[in-house]
T-cell receptor, first 114, second 115 residues
Framework: DAKTTQPNSMESNEEEPVHLPCNHS???????IHWYRQLPSQGPEYVIH???SNVNNRMASLAIAEDRKSSTLILHRATLRDAAVYYC???????????????FGKGTHLIIQP | DTEVTQTPKHLVMGMTNKKSLKCEQH?????MYWYKQKAKKPPELMFV???????INESVPSRFSPECPNSSLLNLHLHALQPEDSALYLC??????????????FGSGTRLTVV
């Protein structure tokens, strides 16, 4: 899977929007952009994924740049429960039946201040 | 059922013990995974069972051996572990094909301590 670059940490205030950036300049045309998060002492949790168009779900929004070399995960109104490590991961559309697994980078440690 | 269930949640074992970690999912997913996570590090892939075929991360020592009795169950057998094997062991599943399209569902992990 192609490499992604994320800031090591970010800080935000409770009840404010949070924009988590991810750079993926070597993305291929068949790579999906996936986001997971991991709360303390828990397993990773799927957040959202997309290919070209912006995506929304109950947890977050994913904004994908027109050239697809970067994306932004948007938490519309952060709560203390959103404090976690957020991982941006590229997954090829084929990915051999899932046989290669997810490869995690270091992610962004999101700190929410009350 | 949209969960991956891992048992036990905590395990302490001696270096001469044999133990097994269990993982179960009833979502009809055809791919299941074992990950190892050390403190303050990202998860690292150990094994994949995809459509009954095993793929191994070659850096994983032979004291870890996976077993997939059926498409819903995944075990990780542990034998003669070392203290540095102490970690959080995570199980995950996904629908499989096409690999990039579907998300993964993770269990909450087994916290393993080797003494």
């Amino acid at each position: 899977d192609a490499k992604t670059t994320q800031p090591n940490s970010m800080e935000s205030n409770e009840e404010e929007p949070v924009h988590l950036p991810c750079n993926h300049s070597t993305i291929s045309g068949t790579d999906y952009i996936h986001w997971y998060r991991q709360l303390p002492s828990q397993g990773p949790e799927y957040v959202i994924h997309g290919l070209t168009s912006n995506v929304n779900n109950r947890m977050a929004s994913l904004a994908i740049a027109e050239d697809r070399k970067s994306s932004t995960l948007i938490l519309h109104r952060a709560t203390l429960r959103d404090a976690a490590v957020y991982y941006c991961i590229l997954r090829d559309r084929g990915s051999g039946g899932g046989a290669d697994g997810l490869t995690f980078g270091k992610g962004t440690h999101l700190i929410i201040q009350p | 059922d949209t969960e991956v269930t891992q048992t036990p949640k905590h395990l302490v074992m001696g270096m001469t013990n044999k133990k097994s970690l269990k993982c179960e999912q009833h979502m009809g997913h055809r791919a299941m995974y074992w990950y190892k996570q050390k403190a303050k590090k990202p998860p690292e892939l150990m094994f994949v069972y995809s459509y009954e075929k095993l793929s191994i991360n070659e850096s994983v020592p032979s004291r870890f051996s996976p077993e997939c009795p059926n498409s819903s169950l995944l075990n990780l057998h542990l034998h003669a572990l070392q203290p540095e094997d102490s970690a959080l062991y995570l199980c995950a599943s996904s629908q499989g094909n096409p690999g990039g399209y579907y998300g993964y569902t993770f269990g909450s992990g087994t916290r393993l301590t080797v003494v």
